[in-house]
């Protein structure tokens, strides 16, 4: 459904249950990101939340799309997966031969479905034009600050509206705008994205680049600038097709080459000039739950502010998984399977994208295997697909299981898995926000086909691991090697899964490579499990989602991959392999890494105690204690560059 702007969005969330007025005063820097943070992780999303009292004259909203239902709700539909079947029925009706007329005469009413969905510039002023200033003071409007070492307050949903130079097309992207005076901000585009391409056309061509920025409006204008849309697809086309209307536009006052939502609540108008200085922006608390370090981005001058007469400021926050980004990754997730699998990768069947790989660090595909090789077919295929260039992690299932039941899923990829013959590595283009990599924006990648496994694809030399082996392992057997701090055997013995995750200290060059050979070398036990995972000895390997978080998120796999071989003493002389993965904080001094390394987000003390103190004014129930308590032990001192000894 098309919502008419974003206050009937709002409307529809109260009337669902689905909104919490906040009428107490709540500071928009830091205060606001950590009443969401603790909402957020509260349990299936919480509530979306209304801070009418920011001590600025607009109300924030936070968290509006924090939950299944509230996406949902977004798109108009009632589980994320009608879209996925809408656009499958289409493409096959669009691509089924066309034998007769009648055939033909048939499809009219679907072309003219498509025409209904394109966007049209209408003449005159907006909804969104209902207030002009063209005397801009961008710090009027409650621009949160998020996190304690961020560079300063960032505008965080902002729906980013560009053009090519030459062909005027338009694309309209997310990126994050640190605000650094009352007409200024950065531009965080990164090289991969398409206005960054934009950028370069206007800087070649010695021109100024106009640009705009709605906030608010319908709610799905903020998912499809995050969707993954292949260049020249008009987003607001794919926003006409999921609200089933048109997404109406009009020209901006000062840069009437861009045009924006008429409904939205704000419009921030003004330009990039290539030929200027870049400037410094950051830190900024990110997505993959650790800080995106400064680096140098573009100016972004604002010439004017326009308004409806009562608008909303909308805003989200991200940092450690679970956020409500994790929901428009979803919806991603759901959305662009049916064009991924009809066409490019028709054997896919299914796709997952788990929580704690934080969209791009781990992908789970299930495929209809069929013949010998299919899962490389599939990970080349992927590789090569738009933002999955980005993914590091790719694990491969067939029909023989369910994605989303995680115990299920990984039972059956181990059972299927020899790490010798079965792990892919390789290396490419990586989100540039991945900071294990040794270069900005390129690193490793590793695929695990976990697939059943024709004749041609198993090598009889290697040893088929024994788990009733595994299950004799001990703690006590760890106990000898003063570098390991904790050890989780519960992968083994309550999920019989041939894997450990064991926390290491690391002290000197090279060492989890030594120590992940001595234990294969010296514990007897070792042949029954196929991998082994290290992460930092600040994180628990017993809490799951945390070491997984950390793990996937420190690993590059080719640089980080440790595959121990050595002839069995009691399987006849078969091999067996053993893969151990280092998912541990990389240094300089021990690991020869050249980059700084970021620092997990974490809430300040002084911003938990004064939550803590007003939560009972708030009206959002029971206390939720910080999130943050929970990682302070993980912090290497207090910056957002990690100072590790």
Request: charged fraction near 25%; proline fraction near 6%; aromatic fraction near 10%.
């Amino acid at each position: 459904m098309a919502y008419k702007n974003q206050q009937e969005f709002i409307d529809a969330l109260e009337k669902a249950g689905e909104l919490v007025r906040i009428t107490s005063y709540v500071d928009p820097h830091l205060e606001i990101a950590e009443i969401t943070d603790r909402i957020s992780k509260s349990g299936n999303g919480g509530k979306a939340l209304l801070f009418e009292n920011t001590g600025y004259a607009y109300p924030v909203l936070m968290n509006a799309y924090g939950s299944e239902r509230r996406m949902c709700m977004a798109l108009g539909v009632q589980h994320l997966d009608d879209v996925t079947k809408e656009i499958e029925s289409l493409f096959k009706l669009l691509t089924r031969p066309k034998e007769n007329l009648l055939d033909k005469l048939g499809m009219l009413p679907k072309l003219g479905q498509f025409a209904s969905w394109m966007p049209k510039v209408k003449s005159g002023k907006g909804e969104c034009q209902e207030i002009i200033d063209l005397n801009p003071d961008i710090t009027k409007l409650p621009v949160i600050t998020c996190w304690p070492k961020d560079g300063g307050p960032f505008i965080t949903l902002p729906v980013i509206h560009t053009k090519d130079p030459n062909s005027h097309i338009r694309n309209v992207g997310m990126y994050r705008m640190q605000v650094f005076g009352p007409q200024l901000t950065a531009m965080h585009w990164h090289k991969h994205k398409v206005s960054a391409r934009h950028f370069e056309a206007y800087k070649k061509a010695g021109k100024r680049m106009p640009v705009a920025v709605a906030l608010g409006g319908d709610p799905v204008y903020a998912y499809a600038a995050t969707a993954p849309l292949p260049e020249n697809v008009d987003e607001y086309m794919l926003a006409g097709f999921l609200r089933k209307k048109k997404v109406e536009l009009v020209k901006c006052i000062t840069q009437p080459e861009i045009e924006v939502p008429a409904d939205a609540d704000f419009v921030i108008e003004g330009y990039v000039d290539p030929a200027e200085e870049l400037i410094w922006e950051g830190p900024f608390g990110d997505h993959t739950g650790y800080y995106s370090l400064p680096d140098w981005y573009p100016r972004f001058h604002i010439t004017a502010v326009t308004h409806r007469k009562k608008p909303v400021y909308p805003a989200t926050i991200v940092g450690i998984p679970p956020q409500e980004d994790a929901w428009l990754g979803k919806a991603t997730e759901r959305i662009f399977l049916a064009p991924i699998k009809m066409t490019m990768v028709p054997e896919i069947t299914d796709m997952d994208m788990p929580v704690e790989g934080v969209f791009h660090n781990l992908v789970i595909a299930r495929i209809q295997k069929e013949y010998a090789g299919q899962g490389q077919k599939v990970m080349n295929a992927l590789w090569g697909a738009g933002q999955m260039m980005f993914n590091k992690i790719l694990v491969l299932a067939d029909e023989g299981t369910v994605i989303q039941d995680y115990t299920r899923l990984a039972q059956y990829v181990f059972s299927n898995l020899d790490v010798a013959t079965d792990v892919f590595f390789g290396s490419g283009p990586m989100d540039v926000l991945d900071h294990s990599c040794s270069k900005l924006g390129f690193g490793g990648k590793m695929c695990i086909d976990g697939t059943r496994k024709f004749e041609e694809e198993r090598d009889d030399r290697n040893l088929q691991t024994d788990l009733d082996k595994a299950r004799m392992l001990k703690i006590e057997d760890f106990n000898t090697f003063p570098a390991i701090h904790a050890v989780n055997l519960n992968l083994i013995q309550q999920y019989q899964l041939p894997c450990i995750i064991i926390a290491v200290a690391k002290s000197g060059n090279n060492q989890i490579k030594q120590l992940h050979h001595d234990l294969c070398s010296t514990i007897p036990e070792m042949e029954g499990v196929k991998m082994v995972l290290y992460v930092e000895h600040t994180v628990d390997p017993v809490n799951l989602p945390v070491a997984l978080w950390r793990f996937c998120n420190n690993l590059d796999p080719k640089r980080d991959q440790i595959l121990y071989t050595a002839t069995s003493t009691t399987s006849g002389g078969k091999l067996f392999h053993c893969l151990g993965l280092d998912g541990s904080t990389k240094t300089k001094q021990w690991d020869n890494f050249q980059r700084d390394w970021p620092n997990i987000i974490v809430a300040d003390e002084a911003t938990i105690t004064s939550v803590d103190q007003k939560w009972d004014k708030l009206g959002l129930g029971s206390f939720l204690p910080s999130p943050s308590l929970a990682f302070r032990e993980q912090l290497y001192g207090v910056e957002a560059v990690a100072k590790i000894d």
